[in-house]
C-alpha cells in the first residue's frame, strides 16, 4: 500500500537527477504546489531561485494550505499576488537561506531564522512526524528533502503567516 507521502515524493522525486536549481524544479513541479511557484514567480524571485549556490531550506506550503490560508484571510489569490511586498513577506517566512536542512538535520526545539528574519520553530514527534511552528500558525512536513541544488524543500501542510509589524510609538 502506497502511503500520502510515498505519492507526494514521487511527484517531486522521478527517476532523473536532482534539479540543477530551484528555479528548475519549479518549472517542473506539480500542480499541488503550483499557487507557490506563481508567487516566486510574481515576486520577481527567479534570479534567487536560479542560483545553482543559492543555499535554502524552503517549506513550501501545499495548494490545499493556500487555498484555506486565503478563505481565512477573505481574500483572493490575485489580491495576493497583486500586493508584492504581502507576497514577499509571505515567502521569505518560508524561507531559511544560508542552510539546507535534510529531515534528519531539523531538530525538536530547533529555531530557525527566515529570510525575513523573523523565527520559526521545528517539532519532531517520533509519532506525528515533523511540524514547523511560526508565529500563529504550523504546518506538518508532508513530503520531505525535496532537493534542487544546492536547497533542500519541505512541503507543508499550512500557510505560516508572518508576524504583523508592530505599530511604532
Known sequence: MVSVLDMLRSM???DEPAAKT?????DNAP??????????KRADLQAVIGDPNWEATIFCPSNKAFRAALFKLKIKITDLY?????LLNILSY????????????LKDGQELTTASQHKLTVHVDKVKGTTIAGDSDAGSV???DI???KAIIHVIDEVLLPPKPTAEL
Open 22 to 26: 530551484v528555479a528548475e524544479l519549479a
Open 147 to 149: 532537493r534542487a541544488g
Open 12 to 14: 517531486f522525486v522521478a
Open 142 to 144: 508532508v513530503a520531505a
Open 82 to 86: 497583486s500586493d508584492k511586498t504581502a
Open 94 to 105: 518560508h524561507t531559511v537561506p544560508g542552510k539546507a536542512l535534510a529531515a534528519a538535520d
Open 31 to 40: 500542480a499541488n504546489v503550483s499557487m507557490l511557484v506563481n508567487g516566486v
